[in-house]
């Protein structure tokens, strides 16, 4: 036995240390491909590939492998719009929504989110259908706001799902209907939009436009709050009590 045990205490250090090793290497590997992906998409970029500028932007945007740059990031997004690249405009636009990398600027903002739109990028379409829904960088226009989401939503775009359920829960710009609201909630809730989810989750608490179900909300408030919105951590509290 005290043989056995001392070939164990003889055995650990090694493979700690190759454990040790290991992790250091894996680092290394990962750090060596994350400046790799930068030089080949800046040399793309440079040689007029707008996905690469996009791709290049979202590196700095994120801080994968760099520290995080908005200034670059804007830059990038720049770049890449000024190419006609429709993702590279909703990009750029959200950063002058929200003033990141650059100064805020509304107006910037919905202008480049129509410039996507009109290519046919849907969330470009949804973001352009908020700017009226706000007000922000064009007029408040709650019929545009309708339109625009609703061709974000057709396009794919969880957000403009949302935004459209919203509409037609609330009757704003057209008829309420609380059942086509609970299918766009959900459109949105399943694209990845956890708004959508915990809108979904207080039309199944309240029964509206769908059946009655505590156990579906709670479901779906859970998954939002995991996600980190707040109004539905608010709102599991008070469902739970």
């Known amino acids: 036995m005290l043989r056995y045990t001392m070939i164990l205490w003889g055995i650990l250090p090694v493979l700690l240390f190759v454990s040790i090793h290991s992790t250091q290497t894996s680092a290394q590997t990962s750090e060596q491909t994350d400046n790799q992906n930068i030089t080949n998409y800046s040399l793309l970029c440079d040689a007029g590939d707008t996905q690469a500028c996009v791709k290049l932007a979202a590196i700095y945007q994120k801080g994968q492998g760099v520290e995080v740059d908005e200034v670059k990031a804007a830059k ?4 890449a719009c000024a190419g006609e690249n429709a993702q590279g405009c909703t990009e750029l636009g959200r950063m002058y929504s929200k003033g990141r990398g650059v100064k805020t ?9 129509k410039s996507s739109c009109d ?4 969330k470009g379409c ?6 009226h829904f706000k007000g922000r960088g064009v007029e408040k226009d709650i019929l545009l706001a309708f339109v625009f989401a609703g061709q974000g939503c057709k396009g794919g775009d969880a957000y403009g799902c949302t935004d459209l359920g919203m509409l037609y829960d609330k009757g704003l710009g ?7 609201a609970v299918a766009h909630y959900k459109k949105g809730c399943d694209g990845g939009d ?5 809108s ?19 479901a779906l ?4 709050c995991d996600g980190g919105h707040a109004d539905a951590c608010l709102k599991l509290d008070m469902l739970k009590n």
Do not use: H, W
């Open 200 to 218: 979904l989750g207080l039309m199944y608490q309240s029964g509206r436009g769908v059946a009655e179900d505590k156990v579906k909300a709670r």
């Open 194 to 198: 956890i708004t959508g989810c915990t």
């Open 126 to 131: 949804s973001s352009l259908g908020y700017m």
């Open 119 to 122: 290519q046919g990028y849907p």
């Open 221 to 224: 408030l859970t998954k939002s």
């Open 174 to 180: 057209v008829t309420e209907n609380p059942a086509k």
């Open 76 to 79: 990038f997004y720049g770049r």
């Open 105 to 113: 600027d509304d107006q910037k903002a919905a202008s480049l989110f």
